[in-house]
């Protein structure tokens, strides 16, 4: 198949890239800057926003399929900028593929855009809800995830894949940011880090994206939550990160109100400054770090013909492999 990938500069959008390419499938990637997969493997590439209606449609031209990653990640923006690069984007993508004649269209989404909150022990994928979501990132991913299963059609085949808290080798998200804290001793834990959460090895949520993309008909219209399904405290998963780096892990905490109100006052402080760097603490991330979710698979599992390959344990053994070969800084 000749697959477009957006968003190839991202740890999974890569991963997808070139699992896709080392199979025999014509990968196309589009991104706004250069992206290493690219150029490691020969890709065709093409430079541009998600936004440019002419760039998209150069890139989608002849696809069979769209692996639509790209996406404005984080809390640092306005809600109009994340609405911008996640919903009036994704329209963008979404638009062009029809008019190409694109049978497959995978998105992929997050759990955010179902979690308002509260506590998420053992349930299903949820249906994306944009008043109720936690931040403007989730707000706008779960509007974008809505307007991609709505163009779900005969011949049009659309499908969402959710994967939760991707981390492994090479992630500036989520470890990146975790030993990043901990080198500097500005990393805490929220209500003691006793949250139970879901987190998914990096080459789990890349098969989960390739199962989609052979599979979209049979799972068109829904949304699907993948991860490892290995629940594990937030503190343990904190420590074996750090572990695997070779920092030191916190040994701080504070009660989730005072962490939410600490964001709130923090997210006020920086938007005021307009820095364009994360602050150490929002309401979104206290209430993720102190609030149970994690999710059961079977239904993916069933759909997808999918399930993670990659443990949590020998993740953890192949990042500190990696941190103990990786050049310095």
Aim: glycine fraction near 12%; charged fraction near 20%.
């Amino acid at each position: 198949m000749r697959v477009l990938v957006t968003g190839a500069s991202s740890l999974i959008a890569a991963g997808v890239a070139e699992r896709l390419h080392r199979r025999g499938d014509e990968v196309v990637v589009l991104q706004r800057r250069p992206s290493e997969v690219a150029s490691r493997l020969g890709l065709a590439e093409h430079l541009g926003d998600v936004t440019d209606a002419a760039a998209v449609g150069r890139a989608v031209a002849g696809s069979d399929v769209v692996v639509h990653a790209a996406a404005r990640v984080g809390v640092v923006g306005t809600s109009a900028q994340f609405y911008d690069t996640n919903v009036r984007g994704t329209a963008t993508v979404l638009a062009a593929a029809q008019a190409g004649g694109v049978g497959r269209f995978v998105f992929v989404s997050s759990p955010s855009v179902a979690h308002s909150g509260a506590a998420l022990a053992g349930v299903g994928a949820g249906a994306a809800t944009p008043r109720r979501a936690g931040s403007h990132y989730s707000k706008s991913k779960a509007q974008a995830e809505l307007d991609v299963l709505a163009a779900d059609a005969e011949g049009f085949a659309t499908i969402a894949i959710r994967p939760h808290l991707v981390w492994g080798p090479g992630d500036t998200q989520l470890v990146g940011r975790i030993v990043g804290r901990a080198r500097q001793g500005r990393l805490a834990l929220v209500g003691g880090g006793r949250a139970l959460i879901d987190t998914t090895y990096v080459d789990n949520a890349v098969d989960a994206l390739v199962a989609a993309v052979d599979r979209t008909p049979r799972g068109h219209g829904e949304a699907f939550v993948v991860s490892n399904a290995e629940p594990r405290t937030v503190a343990e998963l904190m420590e074996r990160i750090c572990t695997a780096a070779g920092v030191p892990p916190p040994r701080r905490s504070v009660p989730r109100p005072v962490a939410w109100t600490g964001g709130a006052v923090a997210e006020a402080a920086w938007a005021l400054a307009r820095r364009g760097d994360d602050p150490p603490m929002t309401r979104f991330l206290a209430t993720q770090l102190g609030t149970a979710h994690w999710f059961e698979q079977q239904r993916v599992q069933q759909v997808l013909g999918w399930e993670p390959q990659v443990s949590l344990d020998e993740g953890f053994v192949r990042l500190a492999e990696w941190y103990r070969n990786a050049p310095i800084g």
